[in-house]
């Protein structure tokens, strides 16, 4: 059940919903505001403003949701594709004007982009450590020679303030679900890296990880190229 998409597609149809709810595995469930997702530019912060400044040619996208950052590329110029999962997700992006928006998953696309977009944490869709690794390689076979990986993350080593930091696992790996009118997704496992651990990874899977911008509040921008 895409209890996402129904909060989503009751939110564009309405102009309100009931709460959707974001368990996790850390702490107790949170209330998602709903309304982030169809954010117009005034309303987005710098980081993703600056994310978007940074997006050349054929750009791709990931996990675009209801197509906010889509819409705005689209107005720069930019020639955007925008893919989610999340089916009514897609068809709301294609009500509000994106002109190329699809239902795909990253890991199976095929064609080749200039430039791969993930924003509002959406690298965390690789789900763990390794899981990032392995997208890494993938992501080679996506982009052109002179492409790049745009993606922001956060370090949430401030949860664990005053405890151990998990032992069998990195730190940054979590798993949420969502509930919507008593109906209950399925858990997914989703992924937030430190600055230290993503360069290192970067660069281990052959590519030069540069950090173009922090907001001082533990998120950050990251611009990735394939190494030479």
């Not at 977009?117 to 996506?142: D, P, S, V, Y």
């Not at 922001?152 to 990195?170: Q, R």
């Not at 997914?188 to 173009?212: H, K, M, P, S």
Request: glycine letters at 8%; hydrophobic letters at 40%.
């Amino acid at each position: 059940m895409d209890v996402f998409g129904l909060a989503l597609s009751d939110f564009y149809k309405n102009g309100n919903a009931d709460i959707l709810w974001l368990y996790n595995s850390y702490d107790e469930p949170e209330e998602m505001p709903i309304d982030i997702f169809f954010r117009d530019g005034e309303e987005m912060p710098d980081l993703e403003h600056k994310a978007l400044t940074l997006c050349y040619g054929k750009t791709l996208d990931v996990g675009a949701g209801v197509g906010s950052h889509a819409l705005l590329l689209q107005e720069m110029g930019v020639d955007v594709t925008a893919i989610d999962i999340s089916a009514p997700a897609v068809k709301i992006m294609q009500q509000r004007g994106v002109k190329k928006a699809f239902e795909q998953d990253i890991f199976l696309a095929t064609d080749k982009y200039d430039t791969l977009l993930f924003l509002m944490n959406g690298i965390g869709l690789t789900g763990t450590l390794a899981g990032f690794a392995n997208f890494l390689e993938k992501a080679k076979k996506l982009i052109h020679p002179d492409g790049q990986l745009i993606f922001d993350s956060s370090d949430i080593s401030y949860l664990y303030e005053g405890l151990p930091k998990p032992v069998n696992k990195y730190f940054g790996e979590v798993s949420y679900r969502y509930e919507y009118q008593q109906q209950k997704g399925n858990w997914f496992d989703w992924l937030y890296l430190d600055q230290e651990t993503l360069i290192r990874t970067a660069n281990q899977q052959g590519w030069q990880c540069g950090i173009v911008f922090d907001d001082g509040e533990d998120q950050y921008l990251a611009r990735l190229f394939l190494a030479e």
